[in-house]
């Protein structure tokens, strides 16, 4: 019984953090930028929702609107008012990259000392989890996780390869200038994939804060995922970085049968480890010119 | 020096890249002190070829010999070392270092922090700084450089090599007259001291002026090699060159 | 007063050294690495080990610290050596995260998440480094012979093989550099040197637990090598100044919250990292340019 109640688990992690790694996925895979703080986005939406709704009680509808707002906001800005700015300088991937972790951790800190460093958990009727079977217990939420994750999917593939869109926005990462025959200029459909990759974080962290809570240094581990997914499932290909999420959701999970608790961070990390030395082209992704 | 000595031989030479076939049954020989100008049409596996005598590619099948040894095979800068320089389209100087040690990191290849010879190598720099017009810019950072200065600044890190055969890719694309004639006048003087050397052009005029031999290249395969007026009068070569058949 | 700056003074030159190393493979070869404070912790648990278990002699621990650093340093060099940038990134956070599970479990060696305690000063000659000031004098010359040997390093041809690779490695590559030697050996010294900040850490504090070589430290490493300035050789030696009295600096501001200034010391480094980055991508000492040769 202990394995199909992790396999649940991993099914619920892992959907979560498909969403995660696809956003982060779009917007490298788009923009070509190291965007260290999409797990601020993340812990940005989250504390948002828990503000509204626990603490404002605004009901969750526009909990999840003003969750939706503040990523959105947050990363598009950072796009705007950060990233552009040192991209016409001069742009290098360690400077974009420094700015963004700089951005991280104020982010970080600012929210420990809004709401505290410890766990915040929302809890709804939905999260209280019920015995399906001797010794399996599984909570609503977990339907609602992999409905939210696969309607979102079904979304996100519906604007890239059926919109001017979502074209163009594939095409921003192979060749830039191609964007300009659709109408568009580089900034915008810049600002476009931010929008979106910061968007597909929220339903992850507001289905977080109602399951296993939230706190402010979560954005490291998101960034771990995000790039780790990212990396094994193929630089530039979405499906591989949902699919290395679930997967990574599963393995994070189903190593608890064998090993201690301690190392299953570490196992995400073995398993990057190995595909950066042998595979660095993911499952899915391209050659990559070293 | 022997003008009919072959100091590289490629022979029978093929790359195929997952289906498509960028080089075909390549055979060519490169002489000493001899400038050969490869043409062609774009995308017709120019760079490729050259990235095949470097050992940046691997041939599928085929082989490649360098002063009677076979080289394919071996790494990049093995290659280098014995001899076989290039330059890159895209020039790729090292950007944040100054002009000066630009030159000096090519002459230092093996060592790693004493020097012999000092003076025989601030003597050289010198020397290529002249010939190259950049001894005023020598601390100057190799991104700060006006466009022909760069040029000229990658035709220096070949000089400083001491390669014997220069593989240069598309070197005077791009210069005014006066420094087009500096850069012509300095390839014949090395071609003279012996270098052989092989240049990637498309402007026919350098072509003309620059060349003792010309190899033709379409899709990969090499479709005549000869003197230049031969090669550039023949009219069959000159209709797929401006593109005139399918 | 003396004992408080002696205090800061002995872990300013460890930071330094620490900061000097992670910039000779940062700005030097382009190799951006989260998890040099590994290297730090696997000095400081060797030299803690062996003060334990078998000697207090200090060059020993040194030797023994560096060897070790610079053979584990080669995971880090296989990654180095396959991909760049964002994908080496990532390879080095993996390793810091398996670091620290490894520190904080591997309790026969590390003492697990409670550390080792009770560490004597070293011995050298037999002079045995019981008095502060004289450990203080220690860690100065200590870094100023790193200082001395990167410089060494930097500013002759090992220093410009490193940036011809940096700048373009098939360039490098096609003027004779063996790409794969020079990366290995520079992430090898690098990797050792941080160990022995690691050395003289553990015998100064006499106590070293799992804490001191979080991701939060590597963190903080890598800001004060961007805000000093990567690049340059004294650009890092300033971060490491810098942000070692940002703490002091800060509670003397009234208006601040005392509970908070581990969480207001983040933000303005964060915030000085974004900033410098738009303004000043070159650091406190570099300036406007990026990367400015030695």
Not at chain 3, 101 to 122: C, D, N, Q, Y
């Amino acid at each position: 019984m202990l394995i199909v109640q992790l396999i649940f688990n991993g099914l619920q992690t892992g959907a979560l953090y498909a969403l995660i790694a696809a956003g982060f996925s779009l917007i490298f895979g788009m923009t070509r930028i190291f965007h260290a703080a999409h797990g601020a986005t993340f812990t940005i939406a989250g504390y948002a929702f828990f503000e509204m709704y626990s603490v404002a009680h605004l009901g969750w509808p526009i909990a999840a609107l003003t969750a939706i707002a503040a990523a959105a906001i947050f990363g598009m800005m950072l796009d705007r008012w950060v990233y552009a700015i040192i991209q016409r300088h001069e742009g290098s991937f360690f400077t974009v990259f420094a700015a963004s972790f700089g951005v991280a951790i104020v982010v970080q800190n600012l929210i420990a000392m809004a709401f505290g460093r410890g766990l915040v958990t929302i809890s709804t009727p939905l999260s209280k989890s019920i015995e399906l079977a001797p010794g399996l217990f599984v909570a609503p939420m977990l339907a609602i996780v992999l409905v939210c994750a696969v309607i979102c999917f079904a979304l996100l593939q519906y604007l890239l390869t059926r919109t001017n869109l979502g074209i163009a926005l594939r095409a921003l990462g192979e060749n830039p200038t191609l964007i300009e025959v659709y109408g568009l200029t580089p900034r915008k459909i810049s600002q476009f994939a931010f929008l979106i990759g910061s968007i597909l974080v929220v339903p992850a962290a507001i289905l977080t804060a109602t399951t296993s809570g939230l706190n402010p240094s979560m954005s490291h581990h998101v960034m771990l995922i995000s790039l780790a997914a990212t990396i094994v499932g193929g630089v530039g290909s979405l499906r591989g970085a949902a699919l290395a999420g679930m997967l990574l959701g599963m393995a994070e999970n189903l190593c608890l049968a064998v090993i201690d608790p301690q190392w299953s961070e570490a196992v995400t990390f073995v398993i990057l480890f190995l595909f950066i030395l042998f595979r660095p082209g993911g499952v899915y992704g391209r050659a990559i010119a070293t | 020096m022997s003008t009919t000595e072959i100091l590289l031989q490629i022979k029978g030479l093929n790359k195929n890249f997952g289906g498509l076939q960028a080089i075909s049954d390549v055979t060519l020989d490169l002489p000493a002190g001899v400038i050969t100008t490869l043409v062609g049409p774009n995308g017709a596996g120019k760079t490729t070829l050259f990235n095949l005598i470097t050992g940046h590619l691997v041939p599928t099948t085929g082989s490649v010999h360098w002063l009677g040894a076979q080289i394919n095979g071996i790494e990049p800068w093995k290659i280098a070392r014995m001899g076989i320089a290039r330059t890159f389209q895209d020039l790729r100087l090292f950007n944040q270092m100054t002009v000066e040690e630009n030159i000096m990191t090519v002459m230092e290849r093996g060592s790693w922090i004493w020097q012999s010879g000092q003076e025989k190598n601030t003597a050289r720099i010198d020397q290529i700084l002249t010939e190259t017009g950049l001894i005023d810019k020598r601390k100057e950072r190799a991104v700060d450089l006006a466009y022909a200065e760069r040029k000229f600044l990658s035709l220096a890190r070949i000089m400083a090599s001491q390669a014997k055969l220069w593989l240069l890719d598309e070197p005077a694309s791009g210069l005014d007259p006066r420094s087009f004639e500096k850069f012509v006048a300095l390839l014949r003087q090395y071609a003279a001291k012996g270098i052989t050397i092989c240049i990637i052009e498309h402007n026919l005029d350098i072509v003309i002026q620059l060349s003792d031999r010309v190899a033709f290249l379409d899709q990969g395969k090499l479709l005549a090699q000869g003197s230049s007026q031969d090669i550039l009068k023949d009219p069959h070569l000159a209709a797929i060159y401006f593109g005139d058949h399918a | 007063m003396i004992a408080y700056l002696q205090n800061i003074a002995v872990l300013f030159c460890v930071n330094g050294i620490l900061a000097l190393t992670l910039n000779f493979i940062m700005g030097y070869a382009g190799i951006y690495s989260l998890a040099h404070t590994i290297f730090f912790g696997i000095g400081a648990y060797t030299a803690a080990y062996l003060a334990l278990n078998v000697t207090d002699s200090l060059p020993i621990s040194m030797l023994a610290a560096f060897s070790l650093s610079a053979v584990v340093s080669m995971a880090l060099a296989l990654p180095a050596l396959r991909v760049r940038g964002e994908y080496f990134v990532a390879a080095s956070l993996g390793l810091q995260v398996i670091g620290v599970t490894i520190f904080a479990e591997w309790k026969s060696v590390t003492g697990g998440l409670g550390g080792m305690i009770g560490i004597p000063r070293p011995k050298l000659f037999g002079y045995v480094f019981n008095d502060d000031t004289a450990f203080l004098i220690l860690s100065v010359v200590v870094l100023l012979a790193v200082l001395g040997i990167l410089s060494l390093l930097v500013r002759g041809s090992f220093g410009r093989s490193l940036m011809a690779i940096r700048d373009s490695e098939s360039a490098a590559q096609a003027y004779g550099k063996h790409v794969n030697a020079v990366k290995t050996l520079s992430v090898a010294i690098s990797s050792g040197l941080a160990a022995i900040a690691g050395v003289l850490y553990t015998f100064y504090m006499s106590f070293i637990n799992v804490e001191g070589f979080t991701l939060e430290t590597s963190i903080l490493l890598m800001a004060m090598v961007i805000i000093g300035g990567t690049g340059t050789l004294l650009g890092p030696v300033a971060g490491a100044a810098l942000l070692m009295t940002l703490p002091a600096a800060l509670t003397y501001l009234p208006f601040l919250p005392p509970g908070e200034l581990g969480a207001i010391q983040q933000i303005v480094y964060g915030a000085a990292m974004v900033l410098l980055m738009i303004f000043r991508p070159g650091g406190l000492v570099g300036g406007r340019s990026k990367e400015k040769s030695a």
